[in-house]
């Protein structure tokens, strides 16, 4: 099936410039990740880094943090989506947390309060349990992060998450790719799945490329995080060899 490439952006546009005060959020960013240096970092719309997550160890560890887990926004309850804060506005743990959801969904409906990824730079507790050691190398340049915790048959629409210039960058990985179907625009207009997922690989992820996910198991975890531009050397320096 092809997409509507040009709409799908054109409405992502329109909605980070769809009230003043998100304007103006925007308009005080200091620092972007421009076109060539983006390209240089995302080889491919799943670029991996040299960092891993120890899978077995984080499923155990993460349930001491059930309670927390929210079902991911307001819209599409029929999907079993939930979210956990990592990174968020205060670093507090908490219930009906605007970060455990999307922010277009969220912006759309507080435009005089809108939040947007760097406005949430405090780690939570989530990020000081062991297997999570292995991102302490990003800490002091996160923004909005959270792990997603899918069963089977939860979504993502085709959809983009940023246009570049960029304020931020996104890493993903699972726990599970067995269990999970990402695809994206390769330039055809059709998303095509991505092949040889590494379950616990960190992967950078170029989000300006219209993608879609899809969970097929249940407790399929994501980590669905954000970093600063201030963070392009450190990844630089995590670039795989393979």
């Known amino acids: 099936m092809l997409i509507d490439k040009e709409k799908i952006i054109n409405d992502t546009i ?3 410039n769809q009230s003043n005060k998100q304007k103006e959020k925007f308009k005080k960013i200091k620092s972007y990740i421009y076109e060539d240096e983006y390209k240089t970092l995302h080889k491919n719309f799943l670029t991996p880094i040299d960092l891993k997550i120890d899978c077995d160890l ?6 001491r943090f059930s309670e927390y887990f929210e079902r991911w926004g ?3 309850n029929h999907l079993p989506r939930f979210g956990l804060a990592v990174v968020n506005q205060d670093g507090i743990l908490k219930k009906n947390d605007p970060i455990n959801g999307s922010l277009y969904e969220w912006n759309f409906k507080n435009p005089n309060n809108p939040i947007i990824e760097s406005d949430c730079v405090i780690p939570t507790e989530v990020l000081k349990i062991e ?4 991102l302490k190398v990003f800490n002091h340049h996160w923004c909005r992060s959270n792990i997603l915790k899918w069963h089977n048959g939860s979504e993502f ?3 983009i998450d940023t246009v570049i210039p960029s ?7 699972t726990t599970n790719a067995e269990s999970l179907d990402l695809r994206y625009d390769n330039g055809s207009g059709t998303l095509v799945k991505f092949n040889n997922i590494e379950s616990g690989r960190i992967y950078l992820i170029d989000t300006s ?3 879609d996910a899809r969970a097929f198991g249940d407790d399929v975890y994501q980590f669905f995080l954000s970093v600063l531009p201030s963070s392009i050397n450190i ?3 995590l670039s795989c060899p393979h």
Do not use: A, Y
């Not at 984080?58 to 349930?63: K, L, P, S, Y």
């Not at 297997?131 to 292995?134: C, N």
């Open 14 to 16: 329109q909605v980070f």
């Open 58 to 63: 984080f499923i155990n560890e993460v349930t």
């Open 74 to 76: 307001s819209q599409h």
């Open 131 to 134: 297997s999570l050691s292995p």
């Open 157 to 159: 629409k085709p959809h």
């Open 167 to 173: 304020p931020w960058l996104r890493l993903w990985g």
């Open 209 to 211: 490329v219209v993608h």
């Open 235 to 237: 990844l630089k320096d």
